[in-house]
Each structure stands twice: as structure tokens, then as C-alpha cells.
């Protein structure tokens, strides 16, 4: 819930930021983004310890099932991250240009070593009840990361016309609505370019190509959190995002309006 409400606050507040001075022409990139750094401590100072005081409570609760807990939940973990980093090492030694055998050419045996071990990792977590949602959230965005380290760039190109309004909204400090419809609905855009200039990126292009990522982990989460309201147990909300992981590996997914609004 922390990491959706998070992710889910930061989109909404990085688009209306950047919306606003785009469509007003009052580009300040430096003053919204101190009020944001301080708006964002004030929240973590509340929100923080309200939840580990909730895990507290939840661990005095379930003392007595710890113990037998354990060994799954860590096995289940260590196998989710250790498949998480072996895709990681593969995508990091063989960075380079797209072929046509797609990523499992690009990156060979780590691909499929990395892939088996959280799948593995899934499986165990399934028939034991227990950390399903670490391989879930794993399975849900190491494709989109493995893609974006290998090739830093996009893998739709429809998203390189988006940076060029991107750049066009840094080059003259607002929108021109009347030019094309992506001018219209420049919220995303927008919001890229103010992150571009506060954080001296100069090439947003790695701005395209790592979004993905961001929304494939959390849109994984997403779907298990909110299923949680509807499905009883502490296993089908997790297969509910599972589903959404294993249809979100075909990564359709990119910098784009759409996507973020999924």
C-alpha cells in the first residue's frame, strides 16, 4: 500500500506540477521542486511510522507462526532476488544494439538462468502460501529492466515522438496546444521535462526507456493491493497480479499518457 500510494502520488504530482508551468508558460523548475522535497518529508514523517507500527501489531499477532514462516518466506526471497540480480549481470554484460532473436538473444542462458529461478521462486510461494507477492512483484517488471539496461532506449518507438515534446517544452518553457494533439495532452510530457531540468538529465531519451520499468513493478503491485479488497485469502490477490505480471511481460507498456494511466 506505502509503495503504491508513493509511486501513485509522485505521477500525480509530477504531471500537475509540470502541467501547470507548461500550459501558464511560468517555467521554474527549481521552486516547485523545493516545495515538493518538503511536502514529500512531511508525508514520510507521518506515514512511516503508522506502518511500522501496523507491522509491529501484525508481528505480535502471528509470533507463534513465525518460525514456521520463515523458511519459505526466505527461500521464496532469495531465490526472487537472486534471479532478479542474475537477469540484472546478463542485461549489464551484454548491453547493445536490439537483434532479432529480441531479448532472450541479446542476453543468452542469464535470461532464461534468472527467469527459472523467481519462476521456481513462484511455484514454491503458490503450494506454501506464503511471500507470493516477492516473485509476483519480480516477474511483474524484470523484462521491462532487463530491456532498459541492455538497450537504454525505448522499445516502442512511438515514444521518441514524445520526447520530442518533451524537448520542445524544455527548449521554450511551455506548450503551443495549436501545433498537434500531443501539445493538447502534454501532462506526461510535461512532467518529464520539469524531472529533465531539475535533475540535469540531459539526454531524456533515458527518461523514455526507464518510465516502463517504473510503472511495470508498481502496476504489479497495484493489482495485488487493491485486489486484496475483493479476493479473501493471502494468496488470490497475488495471483490476480500474477496474471497482470504474466500479460505484462509482452511489454506493451511505454512513456506514454495511456500506460501511466493504467
Known sequence: RFAVLAV???????IGIGYTMATFHIWAPTVPFVGVVVLTAAALAVSVPRDLAELRRA???????????WSTTATVTALSLGGLVVVVVAALTHMGDPVPAGLFGSLGPGLVVGLALVVAAAVIAL??????????????????????????VPTVTAAARHIGVVEYIRQFGGTNP?????????????????????????NTILIAAWVPVLLAFSTTIAVGVLAAHWLPGARRPWIAALLTAMTGSLNTTYFSPQSVGI
Do not use: H, K, M
Request: glycine letters at 16%.
Open 8 to 14: 501513485t502520488g509522485s505521477l500525480v504530482g509530477t
Open 59 to 69: 508481528g505480535l499477532v502471528r509470533r507463534e507462526t513465525a518460525r514456521s514462516r
Open 127 to 152: 503450494v506454501r502460501g506464503r511471500a507470493l507477492a516477492v516473485p509476483v512483484v519480480v516477474l511483474g517488471g524484470v523484462v521491462q529492466l532487463a530491456q532498459a539496461i541492455t538497450y537504454g
Open 178 to 202: 495549436s501545433a498537434d494533439i500531443f501539445q493538447t495532452w502534454s501532462g506526461l510530457f510535461a512532467g518529464a521535462a520539469w524531472v529533465a531540468d531539475v535533475g540535469g538529465i540531459v
